[in-house]
T-cell receptor, first 114, second 109 residues
Framework: DTEVTQTPKHLVMGMTNKKSLKCEQH?????MYWYKQKAKKPPELMFV???????INESVPSRFSPECPNSSLLNLHLHALQPEDSALYLC?????????????FGSGTRLTVV | GQSLEQPSEVTAVEGAIVQINCTYQ??????LSWYQQHDGGAPTFLSY????GLEETGRFSSFLSRSDSYGYLLLQELQMKDSASYFC??????????FGTGTRLTVIP
């Protein structure tokens, strides 16, 4: 299995809702990432997990809360989002510290906040 | 912080060769990567350069000059399916990747 699977593919939520994005990989990768991508812009790094521990938080607002329950799963919990948070949220994984092999990205969750 | 600059758009003819440049400024440098992203799709990994020089993978080659903080992606024998956005991305540590502004490549018949 060489894929990163993200669910749901599309999500519409109100500003008072709580929702979660899920990401799963079975490639044995021990580094996992969340990125945010707005239309016609590059992906922006949000969080990095290494061996299930949060290692990088790129000054992301607390309304985004990541969680890594085990080495295959990565969640992003959303609460009290703003309309400007509407974007494509991409999950990625990689071999720990092995940049040569690149990151494997999921197809993303397209989030709309209304 | 880091900044990476790329041309916003490039147009080339099917069968031709195109070069996409990337200049970067970072505090700390591990390597430069290139990713392709089709509209509505996921970024896919193309290449990685940690040292100066040229890396070749099929029709794609990537070059890095660390002293000039510069790299490029070379695409040969262009095909219509190569129409996509191309991002350079810099790593300042073993587990991070920061993307450039992106270049939208349009291949015309």
């Amino acid at each position: 299995d060489t894929e990163v699977t993200q669910t749901p593919k599309h999500l519409v939520m109100g500003m008072t809702n709580k929702k979660s994005l899920k990401c799963e990989q079975h490639m044995g990768h021990r580094a996992m990432y969340w990125y945010k991508q707005k239309a016609k812009k590059p992906p922006e790094l949000m969080f990095v997990y290494s061996y299930e521990k949060l290692s990088i938080n790129e000054s992301v607002p607390s309304r985004f809360s990541p969680e890594c329950p085990n080495s295959s799963l990565l969640n992003l919990h959303l609460h009290a989002l703003q309309p400007e948070d509407s974007a494509l949220y991409l999950c990625a994984s990689s071999q720990e510290g092995q940049l040569f092999y690149g990151y494997t990205f999921g197809s993303g969750t397209r989030l709309t906040v209304v | 912080g880091q900044s990476l600059e790329q041309p916003s758009e490039v147009t080339a003819v099917e069968g031709a060769i195109v070069q996409i440049n990337c200049t970067y400024q970072t505090s700390g440098f591990y390597g430069l990567s290139w990713y392709q992203q089709h509209d509505g799709g996921a970024p896919t990994f193309l290449s990685y350069n940690a040292l100066d020089g040229l890396e070749e993978t099929g029709r794609f080659s990537s070059f890095l000059s660390r002293s000039d903080s510069y790299g490029y992606l070379l695409l040969q024998e262009l095909q219509m399916k190569d129409s996509a956005s191309y991002f350079c991305a810099v790593s300042t540590g073993a587990n991070n990747l920061f993307f450039g502004t992106g270049t939208r490549l349009t291949v015309i018949p």
